[in-house]
């Protein structure tokens, strides 16, 4: 099993920052590649970032040259460094495996994300 714990978000103006933290227990993290995912309001949840074991990362283009996902297998931690922030960017953010979703007992596990507001 595993559990995912995403920390970090908070209510910032436009163009601020933020640094998002997702503290994974389990021993898959470092074998695995890593997303982040975020749901506005009204909206579905999408892939903003990913990053391989290897360290490749892919970003979607809304967050391109803004944010920057990394991770630190030491400690179990994944991150996203947000930058420039839109108030398009206010949404729950999430952290989970990527492509292949963790579950548990059969069903996709997500943990309780982080909500991020930018005001405009």
């Known amino acids: 099993q595993g559990q995912l714990v995403e920390s970090g978000g908070g209510l910032v103006q436009a163009g601020g920052s933020l640094r998002l933290s997702c503290a994974v227990s389990g021993s898959f993290f470092s074998f695995n590649a890593m997303g982040w995912y975020r749901q506005g309001p009204g909206k579905q949840r999408e892939l903003v970032a990913s990053?391989?074991?290897?360290?490749?990362?892919t970003y979607a283009g809304s967050v391109k040259g803004r944010f920057t996902i990394s991770r630190d297998n030491a400690k179990n931690t994944l991150y996203l460094q947000m930058n420039d922030l839109k108030p398009e960017d206010t949404a729950v953010y999430y952290c989970?495996?990527?492509?292949?979703?963790?579950?548990?007992?059969?069903?996709?596990?997500w943990g309780q994300g982080t909500q991020v507001t930018v005001s405009s």
């Open positions: 989970n495996v990527y492509p292949t979703l963790l579950t548990i007992n059969g069903r996709n596990y």
């Open positions: 990053i391989q074991t290897s360290g490749t990362t």
